[in-house]
């Protein structure tokens, strides 16, 4: 039911009543609660969320494996002789180019798969880039077992897939989203990139302890294509494709993103390769990477060569940052919803200050941790600033949807496309600069971070944005916009003749 407030104008003698609206204060006849499953849309974050656990765990499996597929196991014979052997004896540079093959891939389908995302359904790739990902994961110890060339080529391919999941899920948010609950669903689906981190690097140690680092794919392919079956059976482009959403809810969500029903968009690529705010998302976006990048593929180099941790511990203690992280996720996206709905903050000061402050905060620990550089203090430090970062997704990784719902998918392929890039350039310059594993060297690492999280945090406060873009705004709501503002005229005019009026009335008298 739209709120709405009246105002009565006399105009030539008649008294009329001019309805005006306000998108955000449209109010669902049943409201949330935390039985998310009466609604639909949560039903979508939920799968979401365990969609991008599959990314993620997809993703991080092979550093764990790559560790048992390279080990040298020794071997007794019957003689009493011993020996050494291993199942594949790639050196360090074959090892690197494994670890980073998937990154090669994975930038190449960003603009893609936000181009398809918005033209056939963001659900429909979404899915099927993740299924095929997993597909190709239970091939994985085929393919290591034939050739190294055999298995680049189907870790690139993974790549090739996995790059369209962070693009299409906003085509999905840009259908079911409704404006002050963007924070909070796009949030927590992201949340499940950490908690895949947190349970695969653990879990991974052990599977390949117990069964064989065959199992680490195995188990993980199946987990991958059992959710890809109950993605595709239940999950819907919109609500009004979804005949288990109720009427109240699919109402609510239309009215509120002032759905259209027109899937045919027109990109104004001009507009947005000339858009400030979206440049802002494109700095901020690549700067949270280039931090989280380095962490995930050096933090167990730097606890156990610099810091001195054990082996066995390394995996543990790498994961805690990240578990922090997904944690704050759900905080921080229902805090910055609370904001809005409260009107406390606008939609600009809840993007500004999130992201800004996550990343100013973000500076502050990461140049701390090149201080301190003791075990207890610096793994304290970089679960604090890895854990912030949190607030930082809650900024510019929604801020798609606010200046360009419409496009969103297409803005976070394109923003996506350089955010990738740290995760191949981070890991390089890291092995560039620290080859002795001195703290100094990894003084320079962390302050490089630093100072990456800050050049973020100033072109975010000085071009980010949360309105609406006027080159976003479909013909629909500019003609919504004309008649609105025809309305206010009728009402100016019709005030002032009707002030007029009424003294010479008086006059008469």
Request: with cysteine; net charge neutral; proline share 4%.
């Amino acid at each position: 039911m739209m709120a709405e407030f009246k105002k009565s104008e006399k105009f030539n003698g008649h008294t009329m009543e001019i309805a005006h609206h306000d998108p955000n204060d449209i109010i669902e006849a049943e409201p949330l609660s935390w039985k998310f499953w009466k609604k639909r849309r949560y039903v979508v974050v939920l799968l979401a969320f365990l969609g991008f656990f599959n990314v993620y765990s997809l993703r991080v499996n092979l550093s764990v494996a790559i560790v048992a597929m390279t080990e040298n196991r020794t071997v007794i014979d019957d003689a009493g002789n011993i020996s050494y052997e291993q199942d594949f004896p790639w050196n360090t540079k074959e090892k690197g180019l494994i670890l980073s093959s998937f990154f090669y891939g994975y930038i190449t389908t960003q603009l893609i798969g936000g181009f398809v995302g918005a033209e056939i359904g963001g659900n429909i790739v979404f899915g099927l880039g993740i299924g095929t990902t997993a597909l190709l994961t239970l091939l994985t110890p085929l393919a290591a077992k034939h050739s190294l060339e055999m298995f680049l080529v189907v870790r690139i391919i993974e790549g090739v897939f996995e790059g369209v999941t962070f693009p299409c899920i906003h085509a999905v948010w840009s259908r079911w989203a409704p404006p002050l609950e963007r924070s909070r669903m796009a949030s927590i689906a992201f949340a499940g990139n950490y908690a895949g981190t947190v349970i695969a690097m653990p879990s991974s140690g052990l599977l390949a302890s117990a069964y064989g680092w065959e199992s680490v794919f195995y188990v993980f392919g199946i987990i991958g294509l059992i959710w890809f079956v109950l993605w595709v059976i239940i999950v819907r482009p919109g609500p009004e494709c979804d005949r288990y959403c109720t009427d109240n809810e699919r109402e609510y969500i239309q009215k509120t993103i002032g759905y259209s029903g027109n899937l045919q968009i027109k990109h104004p690529w001009k507009a947005i390769l000339t858009s400030k705010p979206f440049y802002a998302i494109v700095v901020s976006h690549f700067s949270e990477n280039w931090g989280f990048y380095t962490l995930l593929t050096q933090l167990p180099t730097f606890l156990k060569d610099t810091l001195n941790f054990n082996l066995d511990k390394t995996g543990f203690v790498s994961a805690i940052p990240y578990l922090a992280m997904g944690i704050l996720l759900g905080v921080s996206g229902y805090l910055a919803d609370w904001l809005q709905m409260k009107k406390i903050l606008t939609t600009t000061q809840v993007r500004r200050y999130f992201n800004c402050g996550a990343f100013l905060s973000q500076t502050t620990f990461m140049i701390m941790t090149a201080y301190l550089l003791d075990p207890t203090w610096s793994v304290v430090c970089i679960t604090i600033a890895v854990g912030l970062g949190a607030f930082a997704w809650s900024g510019f990784a929604v801020n798609h949807l606010d200046i360009a719902p419409q496009h969103a998918s297409v803005l976070m392929g394109l923003g996506n496309t350089f955010a990738t890039i740290p995760g191949i350039v981070s890991p390089m310059l890291t092995g560039y600069l620290v080859t002795n594993q001195t703290s100094q060297e990894w003084e320079a690492v962390f302050f490089i971070s630093a100072g990456i999280y800050l050049i973020g945090c100033l072109v975010y406060w000085f071009w980010a944005s949360g309105e609406l873009q006027e080159w976003a705004k479909s013909s629909e709501q500019k003609a919504k916009e004309a008649e609105q503002r025809q309305l206010s005229m009728v009402v100016n005019v019709s005030g002032r003749e009707g002030y007029v009026n009424a003294g010479a009335e008086l006059k008469e008298q």
